[in-house]
């Protein structure tokens, strides 16, 4: 049957957790495990980026794809968790892996401020203000002494664990993709609870959402700020990596990049984000040989994209 | 004390008056309707009953609590349900999804106990789906659980709005024109469910109709509205006799 579906929440339909879905993703996980091991440290590099992409596009997809509000400066967050662990480790002497809740509660605080007041309103209020927000918050960082000015900010410790210091390309490999299977375990689990089905309701028919008993302004604002928080997290370890950042990192073009890779793959549904995520990070890396075609060659790629597949390469059933 | 009690009840939407002064009230247990010509003010007092439309005056007390004014996820909260004329489903989810989602304003866990997993959380999903189920059996599509809600027949869709409102556990239920579009037989196992509604679960139900055939079968006290105000209200028979009911109703008659 047509209307049968078969990409619904395990909560929801636990048979439909096939092997199927099973095997492609562990057959995935097996070869990201043992990828560095075979491959050059140009090409762990470039992978590591798509597993920050990864999380940053999981996070993004719950503000866009769950709970259907249009962000357009989601790199503000990743700037907030970048800036607070790099000034508590560099200036303050902080101890890495306790950066890493104090970015989330700035995150958060963030996150209420431009949430609270603008989440009330109309959807596309949203996206203008965090356009805005995007913007200011580059510029504070661009203008500030603590945050390094234009130049940026300089000499972010390493992360140790357990005595062992995370120096190489692959060490930071591992981290990202611990996190990135973490954010997918959060996705996973909230997508399948009482407030994931929450934000699907609000973004389907937000009157119907109210009129059954949704707080939308609630529900709205605990998405954006689970975006946030994830976010946040990325921007910790995205600057124990690079040990330097600088506010030309957290540009409007960043977060664009983001939106990008969620609405590439397939808005709503992990696989699909995760898919848009690595194109994403591969593009520019595919494209080299293209020389000053890469923007044309980009633009008619995306183009073909949105006009043969309209809901992403690898869609939500549901849309 | 009335379960509803609506006083002097004002609406308007620039110069234009919908609802004049309405006064009336729905008791415990009773099977209710409201009926009126098109653009009577209906639908325009269930949005002002279920805080879609904020009144320009008057007051509404639901089980003795003042409602007017309030957001509809509270007042949905403190018990009055609703379906929608014009179909709202979550077309895109489940049948399950749709009628679990009545069951939000009575369930608590939230973002971290889902991702921690804890055990309450779990009983808590697994009761939220029961009672999914539970009321989807209660209409009769428990076999579409799983099907896209979008998907079903315009007959199931309608009876799928009303399991997702009788999923948040209300007092009273709101049904606006639950008939339309169906045909005898579908009328005729609507009748029977909302008569199941009250008899099995002591739920109140106003329905607004305009299949005067069903209002009569169906109901115990009817109201009714005309151009926005309160013209009689009162068991079938007496509205029937009615002169001013009549008139209203001369030549809109089908
Ligand atoms: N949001 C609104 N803005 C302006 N006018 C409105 C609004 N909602 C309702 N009205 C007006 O209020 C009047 C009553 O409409 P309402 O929908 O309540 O009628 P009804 O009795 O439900 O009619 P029907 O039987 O056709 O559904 C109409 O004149 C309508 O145009
Ligand atoms: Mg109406």
């Known amino acids: 049957m047509i209307d049968e579906v078969r990409t619904m929440p395990a909560a929801v339909q636990p048979q439909l957790m096939r092997w199927s879905v099973v095997l492609p993703g562990l057959a995935a996980l097996a070869c990201a495990l043992v990828l560095p091991q075979f491959a050059n440290a140009y090409v762990t590099e470039v992978a590591t980026t798509a597993l920050l992409y990864i999380v940053l596009c999981l996070g993004l997809n719950i ?39 104090v970015a989330m509660a700035t995150a958060c605080v963030a996150g209420i401020i431009i949430g609270a007041p603008t989440l009330r309103l109309r959807s596309d209020y949203l996206a203008i203000v965090t356009l805005g927000f995007g913007e200011i918050v580059r510029i504070i960082a661009r203008n500030l002494d603590i945050t390094g000015g234009a130049s940026g900010l300089v000499g972010i410790e390493r992360p140790e664990i357990f005595g062992f210091k995370l120096m190489q390309v692959q060490h ?80 409007f073009n960043q977060s664009l990049l983001i939106l990008l890779g969620v609405v590439l793959g397939g808005m709503g549904r992990i696989p699909g984000v995760v898919l848009g995520a690595i194109l994403v990070a591969l593009l520019p890396e595919v494209l080299r040989g293209a020389g000053t075609y890469r923007p044309l060659v980009t633009a008619v790629a995306l183009l073909a994209i949105m006009l043969f597949r309209p809901n992403g390469l690898w869609p939500d059933k549901r849309v | 004390m009335a379960l509803l009690e609506v006083r002097d009840l004002r609406l308007s939407f620039g110069g234009l ?56 996820h509270r007042i949905t909260a403190l018990g009055l349900a609703r379906t929608f004329q014009n179909i709202r489903l979550f077309k895109e989810m489940t049948v399950l999804e749709n009628a679990m989602s009545g069951q939000h304003c009575r369930s608590r866990h939230g973002i971290v106990s889902a991702i921690l997993h804890l055990p309450a959380q779990r009983r808590e999903e697994e009761a939220i789906r029961a009672a999914g189920m539970h009321w989807l059996d ?117």
């Not at chain 1, 689990?189 to 389907?204: K, L, Q, T």
């Open chain 1, 63 to 101: 503000v866009v794809g769950y709970a259907g509000l249009l962000d357009l400066g989601y790199a503000a967050f990743f700037a907030v968790g970048a800036y607070t662990s790099g000034i508590l480790t560099a200036e303050f002497g902080f101890n890495f892996w306790l950066t890493i809740p």
């Open chain 2, 138 to 254: 209660f209409v009769g599509i428990e076999q579409h659980a799983h099907r896209r809600a979008g998907g079903l027949s315009y007959g199931d869709q309608r009876r799928l709005e009303l399991a997702r409102a009788l999923a948040s556990a209300p007092e009273l239920i709101l049904l606006d024109e639950p008939a339309a579009g169906l045909n005898e037989r579908e009328k005729l196992d609507l009748v029977h469910l909302i008569r199941r509604i009250r008899d099995e679960t002591g739920i109140t139900v106003l329905l607004i109709e305009h299949d005067m055939g069903l209002v009569m079968q169906v109901s115990e006290k009817i109201v009714v509205f005309d151009y926005g105000q309160k013209i009689a209200d009162g068991p079938p028979e007496i509205v029937r006799a009615d002169p001013r009911v009549i008139e209203a109703y001369l030549g809109t008659e089908e």
């Open chain 1, 172 to 251: 930071f490999y591992y981290a990202f993709l611990v996190l990135a299977l973490l954010t997918a375990f959060v996705c996973l689990s909230i997508e399948r609870s009482r407030m994931g089905r929450a934000w699907f309701y609000v973004r389907y028919d937000e009157d119907a959402a109210a009129g059954i008993g949704i707080n939308r302004v609630t529900a709205k604002l605990q998405a954006y700020m689970m975006g946030a928080v994830i976010a946040s997290v990325a921007g910790c370890l995205y600057a124990a990596k690079m040990t330097a950042i600088s506010p030309e990192s957290f540009t």
């Open chain 2, 17 to 72: 008056k919908v609802l004049h002064d309405i006064s009336f009230s729905v008791e415990k247990g009773v099977i209710n309707s409201l009926i009126g010509p098109n653009g009577a003010g209906k639908t325009s007092l269930f949005n002002c009953l279920t805080g879609f439309y904020k009144p320009k005056g008057g007051s509404i007390h639901l089980g003795g609590r003042p409602i007017a004014g309030l957001p509809p």
